[in-house]
């Protein structure tokens, strides 16, 4: 993203995304009220690395401080899939890759959401089967373990 704001605009930010106003609002708000123009694509970004979720219309409040939902009770274990391990997701490649792809895998995140992931002769990241919604911080363990995975040589 080349476009860096300030804390007190983050802050602005978080509180528009807190009222439910959406990208496009976010968009347009930061024109108006910054002078900051990014494009559609980076405000998502923006929200993404910041872990900013846009309130629904229903929930839109001011934000409180977020706590971490409990743990789900682990799934049973599905075959070709490994078990939850608790602290870390578990990510494992594909023997045969999903033609198609460059490579393919699976993932179990410690919430017990399961997919599919694969990436694609354009580098392209996509995931397929997915049970749930990862957290932002599952997600990165994820991403932490895939690296980690395709760096053994695996």
Known sequence: MATKLSPEQLDMVRQW??????????????????DVHMT???????????????AKPAEAAPAPPKEEPAAAP?????????????????????????????????AVFPSGVKGAWQIDQMGRFGWSELSGKPSPAELQAFQFELTQLLSRGV
């Open 40 to 54: 559609y694509m980076d405000v998502r970004f923006l929200l993404l690395d910041y872990g900013i979720e846009i």
């Open 74 to 106: 682990a799934p049973a274990e599905t075959p070709g899939m490994p078990a939850p391990t608790g602290g870390k997701p578990e990510v494992t490649l594909d023997e045969l890759q999903i033609p198609g792809t460059l490579l393919s895998g699976k």
């Open 17 to 34: 995304a807190a009222q439910g106003v959406d990208l496009n609002g976010i968009q347009k708000n930061l024109v108006a009220e910054c």
